[in-house]
């Protein structure tokens, strides 16, 4: 009875913090909510018996994302504010609050008739679902032995359905190249970093390393892997950027480069290694399985955790060239 008591206000409490996300006026507000939602979406996930995706959203959806949505947040004041300065040299009275655009009440009535559809799909599927269906569990743990790995998550993600981690990775790559198109926006003005950040910077750093160092190696084993292990690496890149540090410039051409394109690059090279000789993307030899994970995995982890902390650099040194150009003309 205390089971079903903490499971059901913990599900009410998810939604509520997801309402109140949703419908809060204040940004700031619902970038915290949202990153509370994000912690709580991580406890029922251990509720749910998967400790893997569990880590993966405390360390992305609540953690990382957050900083990338308060960094966000940060720029968009800062171009308001040079907007609305630069409006008021040119308007002799304040203008009018203007009405919403036909279009933008079209998407908001869309969702209003597509998210309660959307749920009620989902409600139907998993209340029509066989009490007794084990899924493709069964069919896991039987070719366990062959996927290199005894973790049951690390052999779906990495071996039985490795295309969908190379596509992943593929996405988090198309991210940065999305980014690094902006070329117009304005550099963050730098301020030297408190002293208590820059210590505690230097005192998680390394702690970070090891955890990520751990996480990599556990996940043939044990919930972990390649992801975790990046949020992880990537969470102590973006501490050290908020401390003041900076990578220098040949840091910034092909060696950030290669790091950001290891985990695809390795994925998409392998998997026409085994279409050739294996005649099956990303099947690999029985007997090279394990070690092939392993290798895939560190790359993987290497681009992940770049990737995520050049998403939170909001504009890197040929942006800032790029700017300095244009702001000359």
């Not at 204040?26 to 994000?38: E, M, N, P, Q």
């Not at 405390?58 to 900083?67: E, H, K, M, Q, S």
């Not at 399985?289 to 392993?294: Q, V």
Request: overall charge neutral; glycine content about 8%; aromatic content about 8%.
């Amino acid at each position: 009875m205390l089971e079903w008591i903490f499971d059901t206000v913990l599900g009410l409490s998810l939604l509520w913090l997801a309402w109140r996300a949703l419908n809060s006026p204040d940004l700031f507000k619902a970038i915290v909510l949202f990153i509370s939602f994000g912690l709580l979406m991580a406890l029922i996930w251990v509720r749910l018996n998967a400790p893997d995706v569990a880590l993966a959203e405390a360390a992305i959806g609540a953690g990382l994302t957050g900083a990338l949505l308060l960094a966000a947040l940060a720029r968009l004041r800062i171009m308001t504010d040079r907007n609305v300065s630069g409006a008021s040299t040119h308007l002799a009275h304040p203008a009018s609050p203007a009405q919403p655009p036909a279009g933008s009440r079209f998407s908001c009535g869309m969702l209003i008739l597509l998210l309660p559809a959307s749920a009620a799909g989902i409600s139907y599927a998993v209340w029509t679902l066989p009490s007794d269906s084990s899924g493709l569990s069964l069919d896991v743990a039987e070719n366990l032995g062959s996927s290199g790995v005894s973790n049951p998550v690390t052999a779906v993600l990495l071996n039985f359905r490795g295309y969908d981690t190379m596509l992943e990775m593929i996405v988090l790559l198309l991210a940065v190249l999305g980014i690094w198109s902006l070329g117009g926006l304005s550099p963050r003005p730098e301020r030297p970093a408190a002293a208590v950040l820059e210590t505690l910077s230097r005192f998680l750093t390394p702690v970070f390393i090891l955890a990520a160092g751990y996480l990599l190696w556990v996940g043939a084993d044990a919930p972990g892997g390649a992801f975790q292990a990046g949020s992880v690496l990537g969470a102590a890149g973006v501490l050290l950027l908020l401390s003041g540090w900076h990578p220098r410039a040949r840091f910034m051409q092909w060696p950030l480069r290669l790091a950001l394109t290891a985990g695809a690059g390795a994925f998409i090279l392998l998997g026409l290694l085994t279409l050739l000789f294996e005649k099956q993307l990303l099947a690999y030899p029985v007997a090279q399985a394990g070690r092939m994970i392993l290798l895939l995995e560190s790359l993987a982890t290497v681009s992940i955790a770049v990737t995520l902390a050049v998403l939170f650099l909001e504009v890197s040194s040929d942006h800032k060239e790029k700017v300095k150009k244009g702001e000359k003309e």
